[in-house]
């Protein structure tokens, strides 16, 4: 099966900052449109990732689209 993978990544203002931001990166992929080239090359699965990173520490949230 054909897939692919999108990550978008953020950073926090600060470290208890980190979901909120990993969220906000995740939700860029629809709201910014990021999955129409790989509609358009019928890519039937695609996962997305929103990181977030404050200094060393880092969150990661994953979709499925």
Do not use: N, W
């Amino acid at each position: 099966e054909l897939l692919a993978t999108l990550l978008v990544h953020a950073l926090a203002d600060e470290g208890d900052d980190l979901a909120g931001k990993a969220a906000e990166a995740l939700a860029q992929i629809e709201t910014k449109d990021y999955l129409a080239e790989f509609r358009s090359r019928k890519t039937p699965t695609v996962y997305g990732y929103g990181l977030a990173f404050y200094g060393k520490k880092m969150q990661v949230m994953c979709k499925r689209f």
